[in-house]
């Protein structure tokens, strides 16, 4: 067991290693125990609920999803997902959320999701497991499950406010 905390940094658009599709994992060991314990540190220093692997440039199907409590508004590490080798099995309804990206930093955006989904997955040991969301929770994992696909939540954006949003970039370089 290691304590040393490693903050691994967060790739920013428009990075191209962002574009790429994550591989499945295979193998389940320390060393994956080891990214996603990296994974979490960086996520809370970085203010994040969600984090994909391949943000910090790991071309993996690994996601980790930590949401605030409602009753204090807190993210408990208990609460935090591990969520590897994802696969819907059901997505229904529909859902408008302001979301964010920490490789989008400082823009916001209101995107369609879908409002509930059930989900395969295994954990960090390989144990299969299935999830149902909705809501935030629900738009968090297809936030973090497109990453993984190479789709940033600003590539869904209605044309308009995609350029408006490319415009913005450019002029803040």
């Known amino acids: 067991m290691r304590n040393l905390?490693?903050?691994?940094?967060?790739?920013?658009y428009p990075d191209k290693r962002l574009r790429k599709k994550s591989k499945p994992?295979?193998?389940?060991?320390?060393?994956?125990?080891?990214?996603?314990?990296?994974?979490?540190?960086?996520m809370i220093e970085r203010g994040g609920v969600g984090l994909a692997a391949i943000q910090v440039g790991v071309e993996q199907q690994i996601l980790i999803i930590n949401l605030p409590r409602q009753e204090d508004n807190e993210q408990h590490k208990e609460d935090m997902l591990e969520?590897?080798?994802?696969v819907f099995l059901k997505q229904e309804g529909e859902?408008?959320?302001?979301?964010?990206?920490?490789?989008?930093?400082?823009?916001?955006?209101?995107?369609?999701?879908?409002?509930?989904?059930?989900?395969?997955?295994?954990?960090?040991?390989g144990n299969d497991k299935i999830l149902q969301a909705e809501d935030f929770l629900s738009v968090a994992v297809q936030h973090e499950i497109d990453h993984l696909n190479g789709v940033l939540f600003v590539d869904k954006l209605p044309i308009l406010k995609r350029k408006k949003f490319e415009k913005e970039r450019r002029r803040a370089r």
Do not use: Q
């Open 25 to 42: 994992v295979e193998v389940f060991d320390e060393a994956l125990h080891t990214l996603l314990d990296d994974m979490y540190e960086t």
């Open 95 to 125: 859902i408008v959320w302001n979301e964010g990206c920490l490789s989008v930093p400082e823009y916001y955006e209101e995107t369609k999701r879908f409002a509930h989904i059930t989900l395969a997955y295994k954990d960090r040991f």
């Open 5 to 12: 905390i490693v903050i691994l940094e967060i790739l920013k």
């Open 83 to 86: 969520i590897i080798n994802p």
